[in-house]
């Protein structure tokens, strides 16, 4: 993926957290195949990253993935791994959004795509059930 001029956060913003939120943003748009579209957008709507409102969008398009079962992009397992190993990876920012913005917006049982809490690694499965006892 081409480096995006608007990427990162205003001056004003500076904080550290936000920084590794941005960041992290980055990363998993270069990583995942199939979110430069939905990155793009958000940039033209708000001129800069805010990353629990982008991660909004990049759950609904996983979960939408996952529920056409396509090899089309977003690749939903591709998400899953690289959420796992970013989780694991024991950054507090990082793992915050994840958690709040990723797992926090999965599908409840009764909605299409709830499925996918299945296929969740290990420590993103364990994160989830502490959050949503009953799915």
Not at 72 to 96: C, T
Not at 97 to 107: D, E, H, N, Q, R
Not at 108 to 120: E, S, T
């Amino acid at each position: 993926m081409p480096k995006r001029e608007s990427m990162g956060v205003s001056a004003t913003m500076g904080s550290a957290a936000v920084d590794k939120d941005v960041q992290f943003v980055e990363e998993f748009v270069s990583a995942v195949p199939g979110f430069a579209d939905v990155y793009d957008a958000h940039m033209a709507e708000n001129h800069e990253v805010l990353p629990y409102v982008i991660f909004w969008n990049i759950t609904q398009e996983t979960v939408l993935s996952f529920v056409r079962k396509t090899a089309e992009p977003p690749d939903w397992e591709a998400v899953l791994r690289f959420l796992e190993k970013r989780f694991e990876s024991g950054e507090s920012e990082v793992r915050s959004l994840i958690i709040t913005a990723f797992l926090g917006y999965l599908p409840f049982p009764d909605q299409p795509g709830h499925d996918i809490v299945n296929h969740l690694g290990a420590a993103l499965k364990a994160q989830f059930d502490m959050m949503r006892p009953r799915g």
